[in-house]
């Protein structure tokens, strides 16, 4: 071999060498720069990864109302935890407010009228009741996350499609008063009363807008829409139907007008 050929090969090797180095540097940058990326602050409660588990503090959840002492958890509703080895009277002082606490369960309300819960709070929830369960040598027992997630949004938009509320208009009324305990609500407006019938919180659907109707007429004004239309009988009739509709749809969803369970979806 002569010295021009050892020397190419030198050479050649030495390339070599620093393309692989400046490669590894490379990848070793570029991994770097991805962890920081798309690292999460929260521990990936779903696949069980405690390997570099970050402990959250047990700050108050950010529900948005308290829960009525009434609640029963329902899984289409509720995002249920079963807890273990961690005594109910400590349950309730951490989630009592907040969320539903039965015995071993804790719940969390995925659905109301304001839509949807986050993906955040839930995984800040369960995350809480882990943590808490972990302190007392407990365990838990939760449904997938995701699942939960998507089966809520459906039932949040079956809901919006019957989310209807009926409003009739009394301009000038003659007679302001209205007899108290009336299935339906009545706010003042600059030229006479307008009486409202929440469809999915009212029980007896038909009798509660029959007696709204009643009510109306004998205010002594002109019943109009919302656009100012007056409403005759058959107008009435028609919105009677609708109502009526509106209540089978529900039912058939299995939210009974003016039941537990829709009082706290539409809520």
Known sequence: M????????????VVVAAVLVYNRLQ??????????????????????DTATRREPTLEPLPR???????RQADPRVDYIIEVNGVPRTLLEQRFGG??????????????????????????EFR???????????????????????????????????????????????????LPEGAPFKTTRRP????????????PELAPSYDAMVRAARGLGGRLVDDNGNTLDERALG????????VGGRLAAL??????????RLFS
């Open 127 to 177: 995350s809480q009741v882990e943590t808490l369960a972990a302190g007392h040598g407990g365990s838990v027992s939760a449904p997938e996350m995701r699942a939960a997630l998507d089966a809520a949004g459906e039932l949040d938009r079956a809901c919006a499609e019957l989310d209807i509320q009926i409003a009739l208009h009394v301009i000038g009324p003659s007679a302001p008063a």
């Open 2 to 13: 002569t010295d021009l050929q050892l020397g190419l090969l030198v050479i050649g090797a």
């Open 238 to 245: 028609a919105i009677r139907a609708e109502v009526q509709a």
């Open 191 to 202: 030229d006479g009363l307008t009486l409202l019938l929440d469809v999915p919180r009212t």
């Open 64 to 70: 948005r109302r308290d829960v009525p002492p009434d």
């Open 254 to 263: 299995g939210m009974e007008p003016g039941s537990p369970l829709a009082l």
């Open 27 to 48: 990848e070793r940058a570029v991994r770097r720069e991805a962890k920081r990326s798309f690292a999460s602050e929260h521990p990936d409660v779903i696949t069980g």
């Open 98 to 123: 907040k969320a539903l606490v039965d015995d071993s369960q804790v719940a969390l309300q995925l659905v109301s009228r304001r839509g949807v819960v986050g993906e955040a709070e839930l995984l």
